[in-house]
């Protein structure tokens, strides 16, 4: 009686199934890539851009915005239901700066800016610091 000889022999398969494993993560990874990259697309929206070559001191009406929402309006402290009326008083409402507290709230900056939002106001400015 013959016998055979029993020699496992290994499927190539299984060394494949990790390369066909990244190549699916990758069609996956480009796939969704594409996408985000259409949405961008699709709405047409420009972002601002912001340069400053050189800048010129002014005498421009402030508003002062500290952390817990409390204001100061040109060197004069007020209160929150005041602001309404102080800017209406005032006679250039051609430019107006904020200086908002980098730990404010957005809630707290969005009344603020609902508040100028009903004014005359034609430019609001926000003043940041420069990172170094």
Do not use: C, W
């Amino acid at each position: 009686m013959k016998l055979r000889n029993r020699h496992n022999y290994e499927s190539n398969e299984n060394s494949m199934l990790p390369l066909v494993n990244i190549i699916f993560l990758l069609l996956i990874f480009f796939m969704i890539a594409g996408v985000i990259q259409k949405q961008k697309e699709l709405y047409q929206v420009e972002l601002g851009k912001a340069t400053i070559d050189k800048y010129v001191e002014k005498k421009i009406n402030t508003i002062f915005v500290d952390d817990d929402g409390s204001l100061i309006f040109n060197d004069e402290p007020i209160a929150f239901g005041d602001l309404e009326k102080t800017i209406a008083s005032i006679k250039d409402k051609s430019e107006l700066m904020i200086a908002a507290d980098k730990e404010l709230s957005a809630f707290r900056l969005n009344q603020v800016l609902l508040v100028l939002a009903k004014q005359d106001i034609k430019k609001i400015f926000i003043m940041t610091s420069k990172n170094d």
